[in-house]
């Protein structure tokens, strides 16, 4: 059977096809959680509709132009139920079940089932794929901002800020650390900032590069660092690799970081005891 | 097009603002306006203002530290201010670190820098009886 | 959806319009403010190189996409002389601060992906591009 006599029997049976299709997904049970029965009938007929459309004009080579809108609505519909939080074969159904409707007008015609059958798996096949780079774009978004909260900076002083670095310190990292760090520096008006690296497992020449890059960008928005935190096996580490710290002053503790700050601020505490 | 980069007399300090594409000859211009106002008002310090920069490349790059060079000669201190933190942080990934120009958040802590970094000429003090026993001490 | 514009790059004037051009297109394809200013950087130095020490040539900038994410494409193709020797060239011209060594290293360091074509006699052409 041509897919230009398949097409002519879809479009004489629009409506009967789309009336099947919609009982059979509702006898299947649709997520009433997450989406109700109107929109489930809209989406339907939006998709029989451009479906019959375009193997009417595009034939059964899903690379055609026409099916453009069919697998933009297709894209838009998966990435959706991807995110709403409907299961992979959920969204697969939606256009699977498509088959039954179709097979039995098929079978009546006495028309072969292969052709129709490939078509419509390779719809399926388009919205899984567009389903799951739905999800892909999720994990991206939740492993950028699990970065961005595990990058506080915090003032503690009038002038002062801490950068507490907890991990490892890749290049990625390294990029949210700067940006928070100068935006901070902007923002309260800085002149010291502490790095403390109490929390970073190793120091290697990578590492000891991405830290020379945030306090030299420190620097050129008019801000010192100190580093702080550095374990006798760190700075063993460092004198090793002969990483060059240049000027840049280093204490073993925040403790001693954040005294140094305030002696360079001019700042003096007193205690509030009488003598 | 800018002609050129105005320079603002501020006391004994030399002000400017970069707020456009800088090219070739605006640049050489700008050097050469620059060095002969510092000598003209015997400037000892400048601030160079480029908060308005979106982009520093490395000819920006080249032209400020050419700028710091020659004012050093000339005995004046160079700070530049303002710099924004997409620049800063695009400046460090190039690999250009602008050492040797000091740097400051923005006009008013540059300002506050020139001040405790400029010395003044000898002036002549007298010394009173006070005075003349206290110890000297390492300055700043 | 591919948009493809073509920049020349005959005088210093051009370089300020292609920076102009390079941050529209990364601005529509929504990169971050600190990957607009790295890329606009990034074309700014490989098209200076190709101004002064290629003579000059031409640009193509083009809005496309890449691993599912909008992109900016930049391609800087001059007719010079092409680098003689590109592994010196790479170098990090770190602290001689200048030339054709910053330039290109730099360049490559602030972008998602480089690749640079050159033979002596053959011009130079690189391509650039920023997707994250």
Same mark, same amino acid.
């Given at each position: 059977?041509?897919?230009?006599?398949?097409?002519?029997?879809?479009?004489?049976?629009?409506?009967?096809?789309?009336? @099947?299709? =919609?009982?059979?997904?509702?006898?299947?049970?649709?997520?009433?959680?997450?989406?109700?029965?109107? #929109?489930? /009938?809209?989406?339907?007929?939006?998709?029989?509709?451009?479906? !019959?459309?375009?193997?009417?004009?595009?034939?059964?080579?899903?690379?055609?132009?026409?099916?453009?809108?069919?697998?933009?609505?297709?894209?838009?519909?998966?990435?959706?139920?991807?995110?709403?939080?409907?299961?992979?074969?959920?969204?697969? $159904?939606?256009?699977?079940?498509?088959?039954?409707?179709?097979?039995?007008?098929?079978?009546?015609?006495?028309?072969?089932?292969?052709?129709?059958?490939?078509?419509?798996?390779?719809?399926?096949?388009?919205?899984?794929?567009?389903?799951?780079?739905?999800?892909?774009? /999720? !994990?991206?978004?939740?492993?950028?901002?699990? &970065?961005?909260?595990?990058?506080? /900076? *915090?003032?503690?002083?009038?002038?002062?800020?801490?950068?507490?670095?907890?991990?490892?310190?890749?290049?990625?990292?390294? @990029?949210?650390?700067?940006?928070?760090?100068?935006?901070?520096?902007? +923002?309260?008006?800085?002149?010291?900032?502490?790095?403390?690296?109490?929390?970073?497992?190793?120091?290697?020449?990578?590492?000891?590069?991405?830290?020379?890059?945030?306090?030299?960008?420190?620097?050129?928005?008019?801000?010192?660092?100190?580093?702080?935190?550095?374990?006798?096996?760190?700075?063993?580490?460092?004198?090793?690799?002969?990483?060059?710290?240049?000027?840049?002053?280093?204490?073993?503790?925040?403790?001693?970081?954040?005294?140094?700050?305030?002696?360079?601020?001019? *700042?003096?505490? *007193?205690?509030?005891?009488?003598? | 097009?800018?002609?050129?980069?105005?320079?603002?007399?501020?006391?004994?300090?030399? &002000? &400017?603002?970069?707020?456009?594409?800088?090219?070739?000859?605006?640049?050489?211009?700008?050097?050469?306006?620059?060095?002969?106002?510092?000598?003209?008002?015997?400037?000892?310090?400048?601030?160079?203002?480029?908060?308005?920069?979106?982009?520093?490349?490395?000819? =920006?790059?080249?032209?400020?530290?050419?700028?710091?060079?020659?004012?050093?000669?000339?005995?004046?201190?160079?700070?530049?201010?303002?710099?924004?933190?997409?620049?800063?942080?695009?400046?460090?990934?190039?690999?250009?670190?602008?050492? %040797?120009?000091?740097?400051?958040?923005?006009?008013?802590?540059?300002?506050?820098?020139?001040?405790?970094?400029?010395?003044?000429?000898? *002036?002549?003090?007298?010394?009173?009886?006070?005075?003349?026993?206290?110890?000297? +001490?390492?300055?700043? | 959806?591919?948009?493809?514009?073509?920049?020349?790059?005959?005088?210093?004037?051009?370089?300020?319009?292609?920076?102009?051009?390079?941050?529209?297109?990364?601005?529509?394809?929504?990169?971050?403010?600190?990957?607009?200013?790295? !890329?606009?950087?990034?074309?700014?130095?490989?098209?200076?190189?190709?101004? !002064?020490?290629?003579?000059?040539?031409?640009?193509?900038?083009?809005?496309?996409?890449?691993?599912?994410?909008?992109?900016?494409?930049?391609?800087?193709?001059?007719?010079?002389?092409?680098?003689?020797?590109?592994?010196?060239?790479?170098?990090?011209?770190?602290?001689?601060?200048?030339?054709?060594?910053?330039?290109?290293? %730099?360049?490559?360091?602030?972008?998602?992906?480089?690749?640079?074509? $050159?033979?002596?006699?053959?011009?130079? #052409?690189?391509?650039?591009?920023?997707?994250?």
């Amino acid at each position: 059977m041509t897919v230009a006599a398949l097409a002519d029997i879809f479009k004489q049976n629009e409506s009967a096809i789309l009336e @099947q299709w =919609i009982e059979i997904q509702r006898q299947a049970g649709i997520r009433s959680d997450l989406i109700d029965d109107r #929109t489930m /009938v809209d989406n339907s007929r939006d998709l029989l509709k451009a479906f !019959i459309r375009a193997v009417t004009e595009s034939g059964d080579d899903l690379n055609q132009p026409g099916w453009a809108p069919v697998k933009s609505l297709l894209e838009r519909l998966s990435q959706a139920q991807s995110r709403q939080g409907f299961t992979p074969t959920e969204t697969a $159904t939606f256009i699977l079940s498509l088959k039954e409707p179709v097979f039995a007008l098929l079978r009546e015609a006495n028309g072969e089932l292969i052709t129709a059958s490939q078509l419509i798996d390779k719809l399926g096949l388009y919205s899984m794929e567009r389903f799951l780079a739905g999800r892909e774009v /999720v !994990i991206r978004e939740q492993q950028e901002s699990m &970065l961005e909260l595990s990058t506080p /900076v *915090v003032q503690l002083w009038k002038g002062v800020l801490a950068v507490p670095l907890i991990g490892s310190l890749d290049s990625n990292r390294t @990029q949210v650390v700067m940006e928070a760090l100068l935006q901070k520096i902007v +923002e309260t008006e800085s002149d010291i900032a502490i790095i403390d690296i109490t929390g970073v497992p190793t120091v290697d020449t990578m590492v000891a590069q991405h830290l020379l890059k945030t306090i030299t960008a420190a620097k050129l928005m008019g801000a010192r660092c100190i580093i702080s935190g550095i374990r006798p096996q760190i700075a063993a580490t460092i004198v090793h690799l002969g990483v060059e710290l240049g000027d840049v002053v280093t204490k073993a503790s925040l403790s001693d970081a954040f005294q140094l700050a305030l002696k360079e601020l001019n *700042v003096r505490l *007193v205690s509030a005891n009488p003598r | 097009m800018v002609d050129k980069i105005p320079i603002l007399k501020m006391g004994r300090y030399l &002000l &400017l603002s970069i707020q456009v594409d800088m090219h070739d000859q605006l640049a050489m211009d700008l050097q050469e306006d620059l060095t002969e106002q510092i000598v003209r008002h015997s400037a000892k310090g400048v601030l160079i203002d480029i908060s308005s920069l979106e982009i520093v490349d490395s000819f =920006i790059g080249r032209m400020l530290s050419h700028i710091a060079n020659v004012s050093r000669i000339l005995d004046a201190k160079v700070i530049v201010v303002g710099m924004q933190p997409a620049v800063a942080i695009t400046l460090v990934e190039l690999g250009l670190s602008l050492s %040797g120009i000091a740097t400051a958040l923005n006009v008013e802590k540059g300002m506050r820098w020139l001040e405790k970094n400029v010395n003044d000429d000898l *002036v002549a003090e007298v010394e009173s009886d006070e005075d003349r026993d206290t110890p000297a +001490e390492t300055g700043n | 959806m591919t948009k493809t514009e073509t920049l020349p790059l005959k005088q210093e004037t051009d370089i300020v319009i292609i920076r102009q051009r390079v941050r529209k297109a990364a601005e529509e394809a929504r990169l971050g403010l600190v990957s607009q200013t790295k !890329i606009v950087t990034a074309a700014s130095e490989i098209a200076r190189n190709a101004l !002064i020490y290629g003579g000059g040539g031409e640009c193509q900038l083009e809005r496309t996409q890449r691993d599912g994410r909008a992109a900016v494409r930049l391609v800087v193709a001059d007719q010079g002389q092409g680098i003689a020797d590109l592994d010196q060239a790479m170098v990090d011209g770190y602290t001689s601060g200048g030339g054709l060594g910053l330039g290109l290293s %730099g360049a490559r360091r602030l972008v998602d992906h480089f690749s640079i074509q $050159t033979a002596p006699g053959e011009g130079t #052409t690189v391509e650039l591009w920023k997707w994250k």
